[in-house]
């Protein structure tokens, strides 16, 4: 491929006078234009690109070709949940019946929309195990705000004003701390034992009747069950707080266990993850949040209810904490999930976590003896590498060997998407990998071989690790420059 040609920027393929589209000429007088006050126009019309049809469709189709997705490989991003996304989500979605939907619809017009959202929080109070759900979150981050200002609702509810602080694990993914930070809450830090859980010893002296609740992700971000679950609600429920499941880590549980049936009060779903609608760059999320009996009445508006006739309809409580999106949030995400609740089925998805469980696990067994495993034992959906073993040139104290970035620089030469690294931060040479369900053997063991050579490449070959990428569209790029001299603008 010509890389002058194809990866320039659009600006720079530009020429003076190419044109794509030719119009006729206007037949109105750009009279609005005139009217608009000297100090809101532009002296020079702006810098836009001019080029031709052809070069604009073949350079944004090379571009995509550089992108890399999980419908070109495998995507074993750890805390993420890469799983595929079933094309029957997306044309479901397509149907014009939920796209030319207005949100301000009467309601007698939308009974199928209504139900479809209303059976969806119905199935996922189901496999959480409590009372009600609310859809309109728009992401897991915002599920976390949405579920502490549930909790904080309930606390001011009964007039118990001076319960401001709330627990996290020192092992939480980042959101944790920010969601409570923006619900004004302060952050208070309980470390985690040697076995990568919760440590019940270091909790007990941080309650009191300052807690608003905890926050828990159950199998944590290392892919540990917190086996201490009963004692830790006791604890907290006894102090006056409630515990918060981050669910975002649901994929290894489903059909095994439900967080309702463990103690916790208010949870988040992500559907970008456990329910197989897109992720990030790929489109909008969704951040359901679920509540235990007693706590509903403090959910968002507006939500959906079933009337005695069997006919839907949206309305609002007294003692909701308001509305956290437009209407539903976002509606052709919450029926990408539905269509993929439907297509599995109740025992599709008992396979589902049990899948990943194994996949994780397979993954680890096999590589462990290249990549150091600071927590031996069953994982879930997912586990951390410390690095490579001190036999293939991991040291954890000196950069000059062969650290986790280049390992995951290696793997993209080898065509996979990287893992998680450097995160959670219990370790310094984190790499973590999860594989969810949808993936053949055959794929888990391409990913195993690349782990290997590039281990074996680590021992024999340093040099070219630490070199590595080497066959990427663009080479190592220089992240702290990028970070301290971010151009934005083509000038
Ligand atoms: C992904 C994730 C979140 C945040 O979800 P977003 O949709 O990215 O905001 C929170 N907690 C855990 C454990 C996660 O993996």
């Given at each position: 491929m010509n890389n002058k040609l194809y990866s320039n920027l659009i600006f720079e393929l530009s020429r003076p006078g190419r044109v794509g589209y030719s119009l006729p000429p206007?037949?109105?007088?750009?009279e609005g234009l005139s009217s608009l006050p000297a100090a809101v126009r532009r002296d020079e019309a702006p810098c836009l690109p001019e080029a031709d049809e052809q070069t604009v469709a073949r350079h944004y189709t090379n571009m995509s070709n550089n992108n890399f997705g999980v419908d070109t490989g495998f995507y074993p991003l750890g805390s993420c949940t890469m799983k595929y996304n079933p094309k029957i989500n997306e044309e479901m979605a397509a149907l014009p019946a939920f796209t030319q939907l207005?949100?301000?619809?009467?309601a007698d017009t939308v009974q199928g929309a209504l139900r479809l959202y209303w059976e969806e929080q119905q199935m996922l109070s189901e496999i959480a195990g409590l009372s009600e759900f609310t859809?309109?979150?728009?992401a897991g981050a915002h599920g976390e705000l949405t579920g502490l200002m549930t909790i904080r609702a309930y606390h001011r509810s009964r007039g118990?004003?001076?319960?401001?602080k709330i627990i996290v694990p020192d092992?939480?993914?980042?959101t944790n701390p920010a969601s409570a930070a923006v619900c004004g809450l302060q952050i208070v830090e309980v470390k985690s034992t040697a076995r990568g859980t919760v440590d019940v010893e270091d909790l007990k002296p941080l309650l009191?009747?300052?807690?608003?609740g905890m926050m828990m992700t159950n199998p944590n971000t290392l892919g540990?069950?917190?086996?201490?679950i009963p004692e830790i609600a006791r604890l907290v429920h006894e102090c006056g707080g409630l515990m918060y499941y981050d669910?975002?880590?649901?994929n290894p549980m489903l059909g095994v266990c439900r967080p309702g049936d463990m103690g916790f009060d208010v949870m988040h779903i992500n559907l970008h993850k456990t329910f197989s609608t897109p992720h990030g760059g790929g489109g909008p999320g969704d951040g359901p949040i679920g509540v235990r009996?007693?706590?509903?009445?403090?959910?968002?508006?507006p939500h959906v209810v079933r009337r005695a006739d069997g006919t839907f309809a949206l309305e609002c409580r007294d003692g909701?904490?308001?509305?956290?999106?437009?209407?539903?949030?976002?509606y052709g995400i919450i029926v990408r999930a539905y269509a993929y609740l439907l297509a599995l089925g109740s025992d599709g998805f008992k396979m589902a976590g049990r899948l990943a469980t194994l996949n994780a696990n397979y993954i680890k067994e096999r590589l462990k003896s290249h990549y150091l495993l600071p927590i031996e034992g069953l994982c879930k959906h997912e586990f951390v590498f410390d690095g490579l073993r001190p036999e293939y040139g991991?040291?954890?104290?000196?950069?000059?060997h062969v650290t986790t970035l280049d390992v995951a620089k290696s793997l993209l030469d080898l065509g996979f998407h990287a893992p998680?690294?450097?995160?959670?931060?219990?370790?310094?040479?984190a790499l973590m990998i999860e594989p969810t369900e949808t993936e053949s053997k055959d794929t888990l063991d391409a990913f195993i071989e690349a782990m290997i050579s590039i281990a074996e490449r680590a021992k024999t070959d340093p040099e070219s690790v630490k070199a590595?990428?080497?066959?990427?569209?663009?080479?190592?790029?220089d992240d702290v420059k990028a970070v301290k001299d971010a151009i934005f603008t083509y000038r």
């Open positions: 206007c037949e109105v007088e750009a207005h949100p301000a619809q009467p859809l309109n979150p728009y118990d004003e001076k319960r401001t092992s939480a993914h980042g009191g009747d300052d807690i608003a540990i069950f917190e086996t201490e669910g975002a880590n649901l009996k007693g706590l509903e009445q403090f959910l968002p508006d909701s904490l308001g509305s956290v999106s437009a209407f539903l949030g976002n991991g040291d954890h104290h000196d950069d000059a998680t690294i450097y995160f959670p931060l219990l370790f310094h040479e590595a990428p080497h066959h990427t569209p663009i080479r190592r790029a």
